[in-house]
């Protein structure tokens, strides 16, 4: 057994650095016995020392191991590891690369620092001969990043479709089976400890864009930047749009797509979406994840598990404070600094669910319909529930597959014509 411990500092201790001590304690002599020494947690930084902290078990002295100078961490030679956890995205930026220009491999499970700064990070990463790791950041406990670099290693992935976001699956679980607010949702899903310090980022589909990007890097080997990623968020679905989907046989989900077309180009896309109910995506309820991808080895697959949360974040954390202790090269800089062809938004083909709020008046409903024959839009199903004359009154509408851009041009349009009362939901349908 080798004498030296493996030494890592920890930058963050909130619900994901107390996850990650506990598991380190809770599974101590199974990591000793699989990496022939023991690894030591030399110093966590913290931004307040004085913060009283609920007991952690195993580190009894906590205390002591507390400061507030991410240096004492970055600058010490001893410690082989920075493992960060603090979120954000300037301040780990700079963390991340002093890290490696010191010698140190880094674990991170911040998905914004390598969407927004993966190229920087990733080349100093390999200019230094050191490794990043970050399985913890896309879909908290599901090794999906593992299972990409090496696992499906002799797969090319053509297309995955994804619920990456832990707190929108959450939100939007809690508003159709418990018939709770949005508001109330989001502020549970935030006791819970799913949501992101700024959760807007959540709930506007930008951190699920993250996750995507990292694994668009991986699938095209290539630099992904997070502009390439479309994203809409779920502020605007309100519980009738889900009564009017589970009456047409559709969850309604929050998911990430990435396919290739037969040109080589990429959809990618993340916004809510109706999925049909026997699909594995409609079966991830709460802060669960789920990814489906297909593989011109395995054909189609899928997984599920937590995404979001103390403990199934910490437990891949804890996997690649292994992988980096053994030394394993994979997290070293997995993407070429190519860009991939992107099919626009505006280009891709689907149908659409569309729920408009109209008068109840004679002609509207065929005016409506005509509409949308002239911006030749065709409409696969209409649906208006009894209404009372004079009064406002949903119209439920499905389209055939139509390209992006003709239905929100005419969606726009339409408003502009002043023929529905108060805006509209519109939601893409997955198929
Ligand atoms: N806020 C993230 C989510 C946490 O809800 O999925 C895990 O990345």
Not at 114 to 122: M, R, Y
Not at 405 to 419: M, P, R, S, V, W
Request: charged fraction near 25%; hydrophobic fraction near 40%; include cysteine.
């Amino acid at each position: 057994m080798n004498e030296q411990p493996y030494r890592l500092g920890m930058i963050g201790l909130g619900t994901v650095g107390s996850g990650v001590l506990e598991l380190l304690h809770r599974r101590e002599s199974t990591l000793v016995r699989r990496l022939g020494r023991a690894i030591e947690v030399k110093k966590i930084a913290v931004r307040d020392t004085s913060r009283s902290r609920p007991y952690l078990s195993g580190f009894g002295e906590i205390s002591d191991l507390l400061t507030d100078n991410p240096d004492e961490i970055l600058e010490d030679p001893e410690i082989d590891l920075l493992v960060e956890v603090a979120g954000g995205v300037d301040e780990p930026r700079k963390w991340i690369l002093k890290a490696l220009e010191n010698g140190k491999d880094v674990v991170t499970a911040n998905k914004a620092v390598l969407a927004v700064h993966g190229k920087d990070i990733f080349q100093t990463a390999l200019s230094q001969n050191q490794r990043v790791f970050y399985e913890a950041s896309v879909a908290a406990a599901i090794p999906i990043i593992e299972m990409l670099q090496n696992g499906l290693i002799a797969n090319g992935i053509t297309s995955l479709s994804a619920i990456l976001n832990g707190t929108c699956n959450f939100i939007l679980t809690q508003m159709e089976e418990e018939g709770l607010d949005y508001e109330t949702a989001l502020k549970l899903a935030q006791e819970k400890g799913f949501a992101e310090a700024d959760p807007t980022l959540d709930v506007s589909g930008g951190d699920a864009a993250h996750k995507l990007a990292l694994l668009a890097g991986i699938i095209t080997g290539s630099h992904v930047p997070i502009e390439c990623i479309y994203s809409e968020g779920i502020q605007e679905i309100t519980s009738s749009d889900f009564t009017f989907a589970r009456d047409l046989g559709y969850a309604i989900k929050m998911v990430g797509t990435l396919k290739q077309h037969g040109t080589g180009a990429w959809e990618m896309r993340v916004h809510p979406t109706l999925v049909p109910e026997n699909d594995l995506l409609a079966q991830a309820r709460d802060e669960y994840n789920a990814v489906s991808l297909v593989g011109d080895a395995v054909g189609r697959m899928s997984v599920m598990g937590k995404g979001a949360g103390s403990l199934p974040t910490a437990s891949s954390i804890v996997a690649d404070v292994l992988r980096a202790s053994r030394g394993e090269r994979e997290g070293g800089n997995p993407h070429g600094l190519n860009v991939p062809e992107l099919v626009p938004v505006g280009d891709v083909e689907l149908p659409h669910y569309i729920r408009l709020e109209v008068k109840d008046n004679p002609g509207v409903l065929g005016r409506i319909t005509s509409f949308f024959g002239m911006h030749n839009i065709s409409i696969r199903s209409i649906n208006q529930p009894e209404a009372q004359m004079g009064h406002t009154v949903p119209v439920i509408i499905i389209t055939h597959t139509c390209k992006d851009k003709i239905l929100t041009d005419g969606l726009e349009e339409l408003k502009k014509a002043g023929l529905v009362e108060q805006g509209f939901t519109h939601i893409r349908i997955q198929e």
